[in-house]
């Protein structure tokens, strides 16, 4: 159903012209209004050059030729020559400003985007994918770029051109230009039906480029699989259907194009035929003169590129709102995890108490639409100071308790206190603040080792960074790097082994001197020397420190304070290692099931 719904989203052209949507947008360019109206003078004034040059047409052949007016004459040739050089300085502010325009209303909305998914919860990246998110804060804001900076200010260019060179044809002849405006009907049914058939072919292009997207994505991403299973050929032969696809799509679209040019030259020509019939009948009567027929034939071709300029605006137009619905969409979607009103602040003798009472969550509903409870009836608390570990079988919900309590996600039923204050209460910057987790899949920025320690926070300093690094023994393999700890990582820290990458996830940890210390499944990914590197330097870290440590292994748990047992999402049993294994529950049983499979 999910696939179903995201090529549905995809396919979806909403309507060619939305005014809320247009508002909206509208409102990024309140900013820069005096940018606006500077551009909307621009294009006013380059739009009345529009019909200067026929104009001085028409009173160099009737009024400076027959009167041999040779003053007149200069006058209108510089006057002619001066309307082209004012009209390039026009049409390059024009275009610098309307640029301008569209590029600082997109870095505002793409700042604006990125602040919204920096605060958006899990729960939404969980029927999100990221791919589709990334297509909107690049794909779609780029649409609204041209948008901006060649449509929604340009096409008042479009319409003052019309408008000046319409009234210019009536005042000078307006029997003449009523048989040039004749074509206009065939015009607009030919953009008419141009914009139906462009529209279609545009949301074909769209759906068919997704496709190849989504499928470059997957393959990339999944090559070690493809290359494992000798899969290079078979996907190669299946791009080169989804790109047939969309090539046959593009071409479409280039035959409506192919077509519509054509066809507007034609009508431009028809109309120009029309002119000099009409004309040329009428100057034979002497009812009009040879200049006029001069400067119409100027002002038809003129009249007619607007009118092609406005049917690809309109394709632009849609393409926008489209975009722009997307965009938000995601703009609106409500922040589930936020900051509470009124907030409570953790009292600052605190020493990381952990209350977990009652606790019942799901992540979402069975096909009933009943929750779909992953904990339920939660009860234990975690001793200022004390190091418990949580462990079960695959499923159980151990992660999902720490997922609570980082509120990642918020409980259903119960609540979780932090020394006595529930944890909804609570900023989420001060709890997260008291919090240092260390992941299994270890993620690295791209940038240097002391960055990825820092994650840029200034109160952090080198000596920090070096004897966090140091403590957990990372050190060593750091010095050894070309560049120190200002060696660059790659992406997700791909220049490192896993066991180094967790190395210096634990230094990071460390840097920020959390309250509590939670490590979820941290060792899991690490030969057994580097884990008992790890073991031994954080002995000494969790010492007067609240600790959580959920594992896999139960050979690093059999030292904690406290063991609590996960089974089916509910606390089965918890005490100490020898209290357990003494106890012949199912703590004995992962122990005896764990020791006997490693012996073996």
Do not use: C
Request: proline share 3%; hydrophobic share 50%; net charge negative.
């Amino acid at each position: 159903m999910a696939d179903a719904a995201t090529l549905h989203e995809e396919e979806a052209l909403g309507k060619a012209y939305d005014a809320r949507l247009m508002r909206r947008l509208l409102r990024y360019l309140g900013p820069y209004k005096r940018y606006v109206a500077l551009a909307l003078l621009v294009l006013l004034f380059g739009s009345g050059l529009a019909i200067v040059g026929p104009w001085i047409t028409q009173l160099v052949i009737d009024e400076a030729i027959p009167n041999n007016d040779r003053r007149l004459l200069g006058l209108l040739i510089w006057a002619y020559v001066a309307s082209i050089v004012v009209g390039f300085v026009l049409e390059y502010a024009q275009a610098l400003i309307t640029t301008w325009l569209g590029q600082s209303v997109m870095y505002d909305l793409r700042q604006e985007i990125f602040e919204k998914l920096q605060r958006l919860d899990l729960r939404f990246y969980d029927r999100n994918p990221i791919g589709r998110l990334m297509t909107r804060i690049t794909n779609d804001v780029e649409t609204l770029n041209t948008l901006f900076s060649s449509g929604v200010v340009s096409v008042f260019g479009d319409v003052f051109t019309l408008v000046f060179i319409v009234g210019a044809m009536l005042s000078m002849n307006w029997r003449l230009a009523l048989v040039s405006f004749a074509v206009l009907p065939l015009v607009f049914l030919t953009a008419f039906i141009f914009r139906a058939k462009v529209r279609e072919a545009y949301r074909d292009i769209r759906v068919r480029i997704a496709r190849v997207n989504a499928f470059l994505h997957e393959h990339i991403t999944g090559v070690r699989v493809v290359q494992l299973f000798n899969r290079e050929d078979a996907d190669a032969r299946r791009l080169a259907e989804l790109n047939e696809s969309h090539l046959q799509a593009h071409l479409r679209s280039i035959t409506y194009y192919a077509l519509f040019f054509p066809a507007i030259q034609f009508f431009t020509a028809l109309a120009l035929a029309l002119i000099l019939w009409y004309g040329g009948l009428r100057m034979l009567d002497g009812f009009l003169t040879v200049g006029v027929i001069a400067a119409f034939l100027q002002y038809a071709r003129r009249f007619f590129r607007p009118i092609q300029d406005l049917s690809e605006k309109y394709n632009l137009l849609q393409a926008a709102m489209a975009s722009s619905e997307r965009v938000f969409k995601l703009l609106d979607e409500e922040i589930e995890i936020r900051d509470p009103t009124p907030m409570r602040a953790l009292p600052a003798s605190g020493r990381g108490e952990i209350v977990f009472e009652d606790v019942w969550f799901a992540y979402g509903n069975d096909e009933d639409g009943q929750p779909d409870w992953v904990l339920r009836e939660v009860s234990f608390t975690v001793a200022p100071g004390e190091k418990v570990a949580i462990v079960g079988h695959t499923g159980a919900g151990k992660t999902t308790l720490i997922n609570l309590l980082m509120r990642f996600y918020d409980v259903q039923k119960g609540r979780i206190l932090l020394d006595g204050v529930p944890i909804r209460d609570v900023g989420l910057d001060e709890l997260r603040g008291r919090i240092g987790l260390v992941l299994q899949d270890v993620f690295l920025f791209s940038q240097d080792v002391a960055y990825n320690v820092r994650l840029g926070s200034p109160d952090i300093g080198d000596d920090r960074i070096i004897e966090a690094a140091r403590r957990v023994g990372a050190s060593d393999f750091i010095d050894r790097l070309e560049a120190g700890y200002e060696q660059p990582l790659g992406e997700r820290g791909a220049t490192l082994s896993v066991g180094q990458r967790q190395l210096v996830s634990f230094a990071r940890a460390l840097a920020f001197d959390p309250q509590i210390l939670v490590l979820d499944e941290a060792t899991s990914s690490v030969d057994s020397e580097i884990e008992a590197q790890i073991e031994q330097a954080t002995d000494q870290l969790l010492r007067g420190r609240t600790s959580v440590v959920i594992a896999h292994r139960l050979s690093t748990v059999q030292n904690a304070d406290r063991i609590i047992v996960m089974h089916h999402g509910r606390v089965h049993e918890q005490g100490t290692h020898q209290a357990l294994l003494e106890a012949g529950g199912l703590y004995a049983r992962l122990h005896e099931l764990q020791f006997t499979t490693v012996a073996a």
